[in-house]
């Protein structure tokens, strides 16, 4: 089955740096895009970044400039390396892909940010 394991969250200063990582199984990662989403308290899910199985990237506006999705398709592993940090970007980071018509999403990690 589909899994999609993230870490590297935790409490961070503003202006300090992350970088999450997301372990996917049960897929053939390369053909995979995988997408990094977030959701602060009382918010809706919102899309961070995401990446195509050839590499090209977006971003949403509040995080271009400062944030970075990659992949290493040889670990089956996404990246979201993310600088600059500020308040605002204290949430619960999510991983995802689509596999088949089905999104898959794993436990998610917490990124906090002080201020």
């Known amino acids: 089955q589909v899994q999609l394991v993230e870490s590297g969250g935790g409490l961070v200063q503003a202006g300090g740096s992350r970088r999450l990582s997301c372990a996917a199984s049960g897929i053939i990662f390369r053909y995979n895009a995988m997408g990094w989403y977030r959701q602060a308290p009382g918010k809706q899910r919102e899309l961070v970044a995401s990446?195509?199985?050839?590499?090209?990237?977006n971003y949403a506006s509040s995080v271009k400039g400062r944030f970075t999705i990659s992949r290493d398709n040889a670990k089956n592993t996404v990246y979201l390396q993310m600088n600059s940090l500020k308040p605002a970007d204290t949430a619960v980071y999510y991983c995802?892909?689509?596999?088949?018509?089905?999104?898959?999403w794993g436990q998610g990690t917490q990124v906090t940010v002080s201020s």
């Open positions: 990446i195509t199985s050839g590499g090209s990237t």
């Open positions: 995802n892909t689509d596999h088949m018509g089905t999104d898959y």
